[in-house]
């Protein structure tokens, strides 16, 4: 995923950030807290240089392929399994994937014309879950849109709810299989 490069190195993130104000850009090593700050808001306080200011910094933006865009459920799962806290304890039971706590925003689109904006609780390569006010149904199809920094266009994927229960915040939560 080419949202401004990145590379690891012990328990550190090097990625190329642009500032919001100035377009300056600087490579930053980041640690897993401040990565996953950025990874989530998309936005970290930085001192730029240039602006002799502390301002908003995100991912550098840069043109991706098409192909690339569509890897960015691999690249949140990947990245957040690197941030995954030592000692977490194993999960145990039937998903085949890793569930990553990784909060992204997205847009549910059902197929009766109804559409929210969410946040993701958790996502995996294959799927994610979401909380919503609104009641799906187990077997629903929906659409999912996420808007990433230097995308050409939004990535949507088709997907099903697979499991309903009630989250902690009391509204229903959803567990939800990309399908394409």
């Not at 897993?32 to 602006?51: D, N, P, V, Y």
């Not at 998903?95 to 990553?100: D, F, H, K, L, M």
Request: with cysteine; proline share 2%; net charge negative.
């Amino acid at each position: 995923m080419s949202t401004g490069s990145r590379k690891q190195r012990g328990d550190a993130v090097t990625v190329e950030l642009e500032c919001l104000s100035c377009k300056a850009r600087k490579s930053l090593e980041l640690s897993a807290e401040r990565f996953k700050e950025l990874s989530e808001s998309w936005q970290i306080r930085e001192a730029c240089a240039t602006c002799d200011a502390t301002t908003e910094w995100s991912f550098a933006q840069a043109a991706v392929e098409e192909t690339e865009q569509e890897d960015f459920w691999d690249w949140m799962a990947a990245t957040g399994e690197y941030f995954e806290p030592e000692g977490a304890a194993p999960q145990h039971e039937r998903r085949t994937e890793r569930r990553i706590d990784v909060h992204v925003a997205l847009r549910i689109s059902a197929e009766d014309g109804f559409e929210e904006e969410v946040t993701s609780e958790n996502i995996s390569k294959s799927g994610f879950c979401f909380s919503s006010s609104r009641a799906y149904h187990v077997g629903q199809s929906i659409r999912v849109t996420v808007r990433m920094p230097g995308t050409l266009e939004p990535i949507t994927k088709t997907a099903t709810i697979v499991r309903a229960g009630t989250g902690a915040d009391g509204k229903s939560a959803y567990g939800v299989r990309l399908e394409s």
